[in-house]
């Protein structure tokens, strides 16, 4: 099945008004955020490997072209869209680098009909893996080496799909395991998981319950201890490992209540009975601020296993996204909009350091003494110029710019993101096309 139909339809109604029309020049569209969500101070890039899987499939089979003929499309538009497939150039910052607002996370220059035509489908990748991986990298400063965090989210996504991005943001970020046991194959995650409710209920007591399990799975057991009363959850427990004789990885999970106390507790209650080695998991509508707020107050919890909210990003679950024409067959345009205003022409950021501001700049200017640019053309002719980058690579890449990023921009509270500044050069060229915009439309003083 070819992928032409995923998009919106005034993506093809134009694009079919191109091709009819002969405007097949190249046209160059850049995608950026225009401003950051309340409390971030960055974002995180992602959606690149997905978004160019997207432009190496789009293609209109016969299906797709049989049901635009019955909504408007005629013979010659069929005809077009038969034909036509990703054949352009990408520009993008690549997955795991942080980014700030109105950089380009991708531009595309292809021809017109072909590069607008893919505006929904990368829009919908890079924004929502972006906002994700944010998200999720978030949980991993506020945890900050205290305790690790695991990926619960597939049950509450928006979607299979979206779960599987959910738990690859996860690991990007820094996640060690995931609940997904699809997206653990898929991207060589660890699967991790425990045990429901629903389980301990339907054995006669607890402690049938955490026996017939401890003998199912012996070597990665724990117990989700509050189904009833957590502090004799907690007692069972060490009864059912004693008597057992369970000395490999085990551990217990907290899933309501008081989580402070209940894991302050359980963790006297496991040392005094010699069993320093037990985990706890804590669990329950989590985000970054409940992650902060229990460890920070000395909550002695191991892990973390977030899910919905991080899962859907709910605090910020939408980007103010945008994919905007610069630039047509060599001529630099804008869109002169009360506050959506865009900058013509093709372009490049250039980073020295993340302590010191980015540069956006055209794209052809050279590069400032110390900085580097940020995109590199990763598609070439509709092919890619270089084999998609190991899940590991991208986390090591984020890694690598947290621990350069400055503590203003990665705090979870009032954060101060780090300004972009304007080269003199886009500068002087969005004032020419504005200007000439203007005179263009201007009435006519004769």
């Known amino acids: 099945m070819g ?50 899987r997207r432009l190496e499939e789009l293609s209109f089979d016969d299906s797709d072209l049989e ?100 738990a690859r943001a996860a690991a990007v970020a820094g996640f060690s395991g995931t609940s997904n046991v699809e997206a653990a194959r898929r991207f060589g995650i660890e699967p991790v998981g425990t045990m429901a409710h629903s ?17 199912d799975f012996p070597d990665r057991t724990t117990f989700l201890v509050d189904t009833y009363d957590t502090e004799r959850g907690i007692q069972t427990v060490l009864d059912v490992a004693d008597e057992m004789h369970l000395h490999g990885p085990l551990g217990i999970r907290l899933d309501s209540g008081d989580l402070l106390a209940l894991s302050i507790r359980a963790r006297n209650m496991l040392d005094q009975a010699g069993r320093p080695e037990v985990t706890i998991v804590a669990s329950g509508g989590l985000d970054e601020l409940d992650v902060e707020r229990l460890l920070d107050a000395g909550a002695p919890i191991d892990v973390f296993g977030v899910g919905t909210r991080v899962g ?44 010191q501001p980015d540069l956006l700049a055209t794209r052809s200017e050279a590069t400032p003494a110390g900085s580097k640019p940020l995109l590199s053309q990763v598609m070439r002719g509709g092919e890619r110029t270089a084999p998609p980058p190991s899940l590991a690579s991208v986390h090591e890449r984020l890694s690598q710019d947290l621990a350069a990023l400055t503590d203003q921009a990665k705090r979870l509270h009032s954060p101060e993101p780090t300004p972009v500044e304007i080269s003199p050069a886009l500068e002087a060229v969005t004032s020419a096309v504005r200007a000439d915009i203007r005179a263009a439309s201007a009435p006519d003083s004769g």
């Open 3 to 52: 992928q032409g139909l995923v998009t919106d339809l005034y993506e093809l109604t134009m694009a079919a008004s191109y091709l009819l029309r002969g405007m097949t020049e190249p046209a160059t569209f850049s995608l950026f955020v225009r401003r950051l969500p309340p409390e971030r101070g960055f974002l995180v890039a992602a959606g690149l490997d997905d978004a160019l």
């Open 67 to 166: 049901y635009l003929s019955d909504h408007g499309f005629d013979a010659n538009a069929l005809e077009a869209f038969r034909e036509l497939r990703f054949d352009g150039d990408v520009w993008a910052i690549p997955e795991g680098h942080v980014v700030f607002p109105n950089e380009p996370l991708l531009e595309i220059t292809a021809p017109l009909p072909v590069a607008q035509l893919v505006e929904t489908v990368v829009l919908n990748q890079i924004t929502y893996q972006t906002a994700l991986t944010t998200k999720a990298t978030r949980c991993v400063l506020a945890a900050a080496g205290r305790a690790a965090l695991v990926d619960f989210s597939l049950r509450r996504t928006h979607g299979i799909e979206a779960g599987m991005s959910a």
């Open 199 to 215: 389980y301990i209920e339907t054995f006669s007591d607890e402690r049938d319950a955490f026996m017939a399990f401890a003998r």
């Open 312 to 355: 859907v990003s709910a605090d910020a679950p939408a980007l103010d996204s945008a994919y905007k024409l610069v630039e047509y067959d060599g001529r630099p345009v804008m869109k002169l909009s009360p506050g959506k205003e865009s900058r013509p022409g093709p372009k490049q950021v250039y980073r020295s350091s993340l302590a």
